[in-house]
């Protein structure tokens, strides 16, 4: 199904009135799938999103968003989920860094370019939480015992 399926838009707008957080009730409430399949078609675009950005090929990201499609679908009744974008976003993440890990054991130049973009991503993030923990020691180096 497309993303411009007309059965999509109808199903899509038919339950838009309805919050994350009560589908994921309605879910817990009778175990039926449809209620996580309407979450995931809401965010498949951020799926998609988040695994074009770790690994910067259309078709490998296409067949990881199935992959977590499926992931969710077995994992979602062990967690109790409050918040289910970000915590979809985790299972992406994750998903990906992991498919990511596979790829570079194979020694494929492609993927090592992949990671390497990954890692200097996160590297900043890291370089900056650095310099805020090296101020934080020292703010609380500065405190009294007391």
């Known amino acids: 199904m497309t993303i411009h399926d ?7 707008n038919q339950y838009a009135h309805i919050t994350d957080t009560e589908l994921l009730e309605y879910y817990q409430r009778d175990s039926n799938q449809e209620w996580i399949g309407i979450l995931l078609e809401r965010y498949t675009l951020l799926l998609l999103g988040v695994c074009m950005k770790y690994l910067k090929d ?4 296409r067949e990881c968003v ?3 499609f499926l992931k969710v679908l077995t994992e979602v009744s062990k ?3 409050d918040y289910f974008k970000s915590w979809l976003y985790m299972v992406a993440k994750n998903h990906c860094l992991m ?7 194979k020694g494929t130049r492609e ?3 992949n990671v390497a973009v990954a890692h200097e991503e996160d590297r900043t993030e890291l370089l900056q939480n650095e310099v805020t923990y090296d101020v934080l020691e ?3 180096n500065e405190l009294s015992e007391e």
């Open 138 to 140: 020292e703010a609380i």
């Open 99 to 105: 498919r990511l890990r596979d790829l570079k054991g």
């Open 79 to 81: 967690y109790r989920i």
């Open 66 to 68: 199935q992959q977590i």
């Open 58 to 61: 259309e078709q490998e990201a």
């Open 6 to 12: 007309s059965r999509f838009t109808m199903k899509a």
């Open 111 to 113: 993927v090592t370019e």
